[in-house]
């Protein structure tokens, strides 16, 4: 079956570093969505990609899905400890219904 | 804050025990989908409803049942609970106009159900 691999699975950074978090999935991904969970919290939408080779920005975060659209990743520019939380790559396989997959996740620290 | 909210917040049960959780979508939402979400892990597919009928569905036993509402509230009932069953549930709702919804999902705080 389908498989969404996250790594890293946890990543502890200096404020002001950079954090990348990297989505790669074993068949091709229809689409990518991507979510922040703050500890206790509910995982919150960030952003959806469609398109080969798409990459979209929100302010400090950089979102790109891969040319085959297998693979994704989300990087942060100069953290903040705002940025505190579990990344979540959530992939939509098409086709048949329930092709839903959430990675893992990659749990973000940052040390003021 | 989303507009979406799930009853009860927590929840103790027993082995063998049925339990249902209840969640109300989004104003202008249509589609429901339930996940389950073991302590360190992502969330888990389990079903989405689509217009009250139940339109796609994840790795999880049929003792895992549901329902839409006309306003598009939901229920998720699991049979014969299992310790094993002990997580968050949450549900999502998201604006679809057919099909298997994959638009942008609204979740609800979740109910954290124990198993004892």
């Known amino acids: 079956g389908q498989q969404v691999m996250q790594i890293p699975q946890y990543q502890h950074v200096q404020e002001g570093e950079d954090f990348t978090t990297y989505c790669n999935s074993s068949t091709t991904l229809s689409n990518i969505q991507w979510y922040k969970q703050r500890p206790g919290g509910h995982p919150v939408f960030l952003i959806q990609?469609?398109?080969?080779?798409e990459v979209k920005k929100q302010k400090r975060l950089t979102f790109q899905f891969g040319e085959a659209k297998k693979n994704s990743s989300l990087h942060i520019t100069a953290t903040q400890t705002t940025d505190v939380g579990t990344y979540f790559c959530?992939?939509?396989?098409?086709?048949?219904?329930?092709?839903?997959?959430f990675g893992k996740g990659t749990k973000l620290s940052v040390k003021p | 804050e989303t507009g979406v909210t799930q009853s009860p917040t927590h929840l103790i049960k027993t082995r063998g025990q049925q339990v249902t959780l209840r969640c109300s979508s989004q104003s202008g939402h249509n589609t429901v989908s339930w996940y389950q979400q073991a302590l360190g892990q992502g969330p888990q597919f389990i079903f989405q409803?689509?217009?009250?009928?139940?339109?796609g569905r994840g790795n999880f036993p049929p003792r895992f049942s549901g329902l839409q509402f006309p306003n598009y509230s939901s229920e998720l009932n699991v049979n014969a609970l299992e310790l094993d069953d002990s997580a968050l549930y949450l549900c999502?709702?998201?604006?679809?106009?057919?099909?298997?919804?994959?638009?942008?999902?609204?979740f609800g705080p979740g109910t954290r159900l124990t198993v004892l």
């Open positions: 990609l469609v398109k080969s080779g």
């Open positions: 999502a709702s998201s604006l679809a106009r057919a099909g298997l919804s994959y638009n942008e999902q609204f």
């Open positions: 409803y689509y217009r009250e009928e139940e339109n």
């Open positions: 959530f992939g939509f396989y098409g086709g048949s219904q329930g092709n839903l997959i």
